[in-house]
């Protein structure tokens, strides 16, 4: 099986004790009218802010491009390519964000477990929240057409929403699906529901309060977003890449073309179909131009390789194309006015793309970005954190401990790093230790870094000279991946994905660290 990455990001909570009885709503700094996470249940815990997070769904509508920003709708100007600007932003929703549709004054939302928001994009610079319906499964994808929102609702099918008061969207039918729904475009009467591993489902919603299912195609692979243009359906099958569907006939669709490539680590994930092309975000493959004036034959006629292409819109001229991964996290804008010879024009970037840890300090948030390396963020106000500085650390950071007026930061492939954070605006390492693994954290003690080191199990470095570290200890448990490690006392606890275990170790010059690890549980980072 191929596994799913998933990107962090920053979430600030507020954990003072709260009036009010248990369970109930807890109002953030932000809980406004125009803040869905108003609405957020918790116990003596508020949200009051977030930074940055992956990108999810975009669309464009004119000179701007809304997108999903981690558990926020981002609006961009995009009337310069070149140069594309935040110039506004909603609240926090309670999800993160996976699919947008903009018409007229309005930006629908698909938020996975939030369900559908409806913002007013009347003035692009303050979208503002004007309601929302929380669908029972988790949103992946949506289509509007006339007064209906269409969702599709992951394990919970397709759900219609009557959207004609866009202040109280209702759900009024459902068809639940045999899969699990991860996108859907809507063509006259029917609604075609890419259907994960399903394949692709026809649903007739001429009567939107009783849709029924009326014919389907189990495509080869895992159906992820659909695009009908004409006779013909375009299905983004993941690893099968695109699959060409005839369906004249909704009731009895089938495959006439296709187009895949031999590499099983390319993933179709998201189609657009315009002016005879197809727009394929293809995963590590970047965004790939298929000419499909022959369905049964579609050719690749040009390739951007910018990043690993999640989601993807067109617009005009170009394509704004949505990527993820371990590389160019960010929204690509794409020149496609010669579909043969794709170009960059213009790139944004959010903040905080790949958070892996973060240590506090003197109103400050040190964190392990693992794309972007070790980001320093003033939280002496919660509510409107910004970033005040930056180290770029060599290799990918992936844990950050912090004492007096020294930072030391663990990098996937380069060790562990020291760094003056005196002045937070002015960065400077002052020393490195290259280990024998690949570093996830690290916890200080006195003049000592206790580095967790994957298949290298427990490393410990003495740090009294910060320009010259040296390793002075190591545990290495058998058959180990040590992810996550902190120190009380006489005693390293080392969190291992590999199952419960303990033992002494070895601690060449080191006296008085008794037990170089006792196993406090186990932690697992990876989903299948």
Same mark, same amino acid.
């Given at each position: 099986m191929k596994m799913r990455l998933f990107t962090l990001f920053v979430l600030i909570v507020c954990l003072s004790l709260?009036?009010?009885?248990?369970?109930?709503?807890?109002?953030?700094?932000?809980?406004?009218?125009?803040?869905?996470?108003?609405?957020?249940?918790?116990?003596?815990?508020?949200?009051?802010?977030?930074?940055?997070?992956?990108?999810?769904?975009?669309?464009?509508?004119?000179?701007?491009?809304?997108?999903?920003?981690?558990?926020?709708?981002?609006?961009?100007?995009?009337?310069?390519?070149?140069?594309?600007?935040v110039v506004g932003q909603s609240g926090l929703l309670l999800d993160s964000v996976r699919d947008i549709v903009a018409a007229?004054?309005?930006?629908?939302?698909?938020?996975?477990?939030?369900g559908l928001y409806i913002f007013n994009i009347s003035n692009p610079a303050a979208p503002a929240w004007v309601g929302v319906c929380d669908t029972p499964g988790y949103a992946q994808g949506v289509a509007v057409a006339g007064s209906y929102a269409y969702v599709a609702d992951f394990d919970q099918g397709l759900r219609v929403l009557d959207i004609s008061n866009p202040a109280a969207p209702t759900e009024i039918g459902f068809?639940?699906?045999?899969?699990?729904?991860?996108?859907? @475009? #809507? &063509? =006259?009467?029917? *609604? $075609? %529901?890419?259907?994960?591993?399903?394949?692709?489902?026809?649903?007739? !919603?001429?009567?939107?309060?009783?849709?029924?299912?009326?014919?389907?195609?189990?495509?080869?692979?895992?159906?992820?977003?659909?695009?009908?243009?004409?006779?013909?359906?375009?299905?983004?099958?993941?690893?099968?890449?695109?699959?060409?569907?005839?369906?004249?006939?909704p009731a009895a669709p089938n495959e006439i073309g296709f187009y895949d490539t031999p590499d099983p680590n390319e993933w179709a994930f998201d189609v657009v179909v315009r002016g005879g092309y197809a727009f394929l975000a293809y995963d590590r493959g970047g965004l790939r131009t298929l000419d499909v004036s022959n369905p049964a034959a579609p050719t690749l006629v040009g390739v951007y390789s910018g990043g690993y292409a999640?989601?993807? @819109? #067109? &617009? =005009?001229?170009? *394509? $704004? %194309?949505?990527?993820?991964?371990?590389?160019?996290?960010?929204?690509? !804008?794409?020149?496609?006015?010669?579909?043969?010879?794709p170009a960059g024009a213009g790139f944004y970037e959010p903040p905080l793309k790949d958070v892996r840890d973060i240590a506090i300090a003197d109103n400050a948030a040190y964190v392990a970005d693992f794309l972007e390396g070790m980001r320093v963020v003033d939280v002496s106000n919660p509510a409107n954190a910004t970033e005040t500085g930056f180290y770029n650390i060599p290799g990918n950071a992936t844990g950050v401990a912090v004492t007096g007026d020294k930072a030391y930061v663990t990098a996937w492939d380069s060790g562990l790093h020291i760094l003056d954070i005196s002045d937070p605006a002015a960065i400077t390492e002052l020393?490195?230790?290259?280990?024998?693994?690949?570093?996830?954290? #690290? &916890?200080?003690?006195?003049?000592?870094?206790?580095?967790a080191d994957s298949n290298k199990g427990?490393?410990? !470095?003495?740090?009294?000279?910060?320009?010259?570290?040296?390793?002075?200890?190591?545990?290495?448990?058998?058959?180990?991946?040590?992810?996550?490690?902190?120190?009380?006392?006489?005693?390293?606890?080392?969190?291992?994905?590999?199952?419960l275990g303990g033992g002494g170790g070895r601690a060449a010059g080191r006296g008085h660290l008794e037990s170089l690890c006792a196993y406090a549980g186990r932690l697992s980072l990876d989903r299948v």
């Open positions: 709260m009036s009010g009885t248990p369970g109930a709503v807890a109002r953030g700094a932000e809980a406004t009218a125009s803040s869905p996470a108003a609405q957020e249940q918790s116990q003596h815990v508020r949200l009051v802010n977030h930074l940055g997070g992956s990108i999810g769904g975009v669309t464009v509508q004119g000179n701007y491009a809304f997108l999903g920003v981690g558990r926020r709708l981002v609006v961009l100007d995009v009337s310069d390519p070149a140069q594309p600007a007229g004054n309005y930006a629908y939302v698909a938020a996975a477990g939030a068809y639940d699906t045999p899969g699990f729904a991860q996108g859907l @475009a #809507v &063509a =006259g009467t029917y *609604a $075609y %529901v890419a259907d994960e591993y399903k394949g692709l489902r026809v649903v007739d !919603i001429s009567n939107p309060a009783a849709p029924t299912e009326i014919g389907f195609y189990d495509t080869l692979w895992c159906a992820y977003a659909v695009a009908v243009a004409g006779n013909f359906a375009y299905v983004a099958d993941r690893d099968k890449g695109l699959r060409v569907l005839n369906v004249s006939n999640r989601k993807v @819109a #067109v &617009a =005009g001229n170009h *394509a $704004y %194309v949505s990527s993820g991964g371990l590389h160019s996290v960010g929204l690509h !804008i794409v020149d496609i006015s010669n579909p043969a010879a020393g490195f230790y290259k280990t024998p693994g690949l570093p996830r954290d #690290v &916890a200080v003690a006195g003049n000592f870094a206790y580095v427990l490393r410990v !470095i003495d740090v009294s000279d910060p320009a010259a570290p040296v390793e002075v200890g190591f545990y290495d448990p058998p058959a180990g991946q040590s992810i996550s490690v902190a120190v009380v006392g006489a005693y390293a606890y080392l969190a291992d994905i590999n199952g």
